[in-house]
């Protein structure tokens, strides 16, 4: 039998803990816009959570306010167990915020911007530790340059390493890869995968499906300051594993014949096309036998084609807005 230390008793069941907890945030600016609606959201610990919507969908407001930056209306936040509010320090020494306007002192080296970063929330300084992120994010070239001197891509990774220096425990990255080109989005990718199985918690913005599909552990989409679906990205994709064969038929059918009875078939176009739904994630697709036996009873077709319904599609239909 394992030993059992106290510390292990100690220990929380981390997992199950979340690591923020937002209540009933709500946030209306001064001229009355109502940018966040009621928002209830736990990110657990250790995931990649991807805040997913369209622009002024209240994403950055939603981070600023978790980070402190911006004072919510309503609502009570809690961030590593710290009330964002009450705790405020606390709170703030375990987070750190990429934001998604580019905001650095642009005559200062990338060394130096890097490391005061670290200062700025009383942490020693560690040089060997600004080393070691800086050729992660191969910057280290380039580490006596002026900010003011770097391209997009390089001064949006300098928004990394200040993060970064501060070896937050939650990180928020608010765009992370708006503008930056494949390669280099590869690279984020791979250093925000990295980061979170060193145990960070990481929740990014992004407006590219792809990035979410690519990332995140759960997906939230947020839409007209409403968080209308969180869901683990699995069961998205599972949503997503849904596909739809069509079959234009030589001649069309009144009804769907008993000996077809085993597939799930609808007729459309009246009667014109049977359409098969059926998930690509399973071994048997059921294709193949649906074809013999049509064949089999005398069911000719002249075209077929199939369609997935994308994440994107998923997305598109949640937040398209009531005409
Ligand atoms: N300081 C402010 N004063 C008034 N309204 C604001 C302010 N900041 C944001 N808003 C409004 O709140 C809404 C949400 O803005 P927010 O920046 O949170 O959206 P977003 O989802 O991050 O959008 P994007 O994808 O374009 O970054 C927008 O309609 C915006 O105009
Ligand atoms: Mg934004």
Same mark, same amino acid.
């Given at each position: 039998?394992?030993?059992?230390?106290?510390?292990?008793?100690?220990?929380?069941?981390?997992?199950?803990?979340?690591?923020?907890?937002?209540?009933?945030?709500?946030?209306?600016?001064?001229?009355?816009?109502?940018?966040?609606?009621?928002?209830?959201?736990?990110?657990?610990?250790?995931?990649?959570?991807?805040?997913l919507?369209?622009?002024?969908?209240?994403?950055?407001?939603?981070?600023?306010?978790?980070?402190?930056?911006?004072?919510?209306?309503?609502?009570?936040?809690?961030?590593?167990?710290?009330?964002?509010?009450?705790?405020?320090?606390?709170?703030?020494?375990?987070?750190?915020?990429?934001?998604?306007?580019?905001?650095?002192?642009?005559?200062?080296?990338?060394?130096?911007?890097?490391?005061?970063?670290?200062?700025?929330?009383?942490?020693?300084?560690?040089?060997?530790?600004?080393?070691?992120?800086?050729?992660?994010?191969?910057?280290?070239?380039?580490?006596?340059?002026?900010?003011?001197?770097?391209?997009?891509?390089?001064?949006?990774?300098?928004?990394?390493?200040?993060?970064?220096?501060?070896?937050?425990?939650?990180?928020?990255?608010? #765009?992370? @890869?708006?503008? !930056?080109?494949? %390669?280099?989005?590869?690279?984020?990718?791979? $250093?925000? +995968?990295?980061?979170?199985?060193?145990?960070?918690?990481?929740?990014?913005?992004?407006?590219?499906i792809?990035?979410?599909?690519?990332?995140?552990?759960?997906?939230?989409v947020?839409?007209?300051?409403?968080?209308?679906?969180?869901?683990?990205?699995?069961?998205?994709?599972?949503?997503?594993?849904?596909?739809?064969?069509?079959?234009?038929?030589?001649?069309?059918?009144?009804?769907?014949?008993?000996?077809?009875?085993?597939?799930?078939?609808?007729?459309?176009?009246?009667?014109?096309?049977? #359409?098969? @739904?059926?998930? !690509?994630?399973? %071994?048997?697709?059921?294709?193949?036998?649906? $074809?013999? +036996?049509?064949?089999?009873?005398?069911?000719?077709?002249?075209?077929?084609?199939?369609?997935?319904?994308?994440l994107e599609?998923i997305f598109v239909?949640l937040v398209?807005?009531?005409?």
């Amino acid at each position: 039998m394992d030993q059992i230390t106290p510390a292990d008793e100690a220990r929380p069941p981390v997992r199950n803990t979340p690591v923020i907890s937002v209540r009933g945030l709500s946030k209306t600016y001064d001229g009355g816009f109502e940018a966040l609606k009621k928002i209830d959201l736990d990110i657990r610990q250790g995931e990649i959570f991807a805040l997913l919507g369209p622009n002024g969908a209240g994403k950055t407001t939603l981070i600023s306010i978790i980070c402190g930056i911006v004072t919510p209306t309503a609502g009570e936040i809690t961030a590593a167990g710290h009330n964002i509010v009450s705790d405020y320090r606390a709170a703030r020494y375990k987070i750190a915020l990429v934001p998604q306007e580019l905001a650095t002192d642009a005559f200062e080296s990338v060394w130096a911007t890097v490391s005061f970063s670290r200062g700025l929330y009383g942490r020693p300084p560690d040089p060997a530790l600004i080393e070691q992120i800086l050729r992660d994010l191969s910057l280290w070239d380039k580490r006596k340059e002026k900010i003011m001197n770097l391209s997009g891509g390089m001064k949006r990774r300098v928004m990394i390493a200040k993060a970064l220096a501060h070896e937050p425990d939650i990180l928020f990255l608010d #765009e992370p @890869t708006a503008g !930056v080109d494949v %390669e280099l989005r590869r690279d984020m990718w791979a $250093l925000v +995968r990295g980061l979170r199985e060193r145990g960070v918690t990481i929740i990014l913005t992004t407006h590219y499906i792809e990035e979410a599909e690519e990332m995140a552990d759960r997906i939230g989409v947020i839409n007209n300051g409403e968080l209308i679906i969180v869901e683990d990205k699995a069961t998205l994709i599972k949503k997503l594993g849904k596909k739809q064969l069509t079959l234009n038929l030589q001649e069309p059918l009144e009804a769907i014949p008993t000996e077809l009875s085993e597939w799930s078939l609808a007729l459309k176009a009246g009667g014109a096309e049977l #359409e098969y @739904t059926f998930d !690509v994630n399973d %071994e048997h697709t059921g294709v193949p036998s649906l $074809l013999r +036996r049509m064949s089999d009873i005398g069911i000719g077709f002249k075209d077929l084609n199939t369609r997935q319904s994308s994440l994107e599609e998923i997305f598109v239909s949640l937040v398209r807005r009531p005409q």
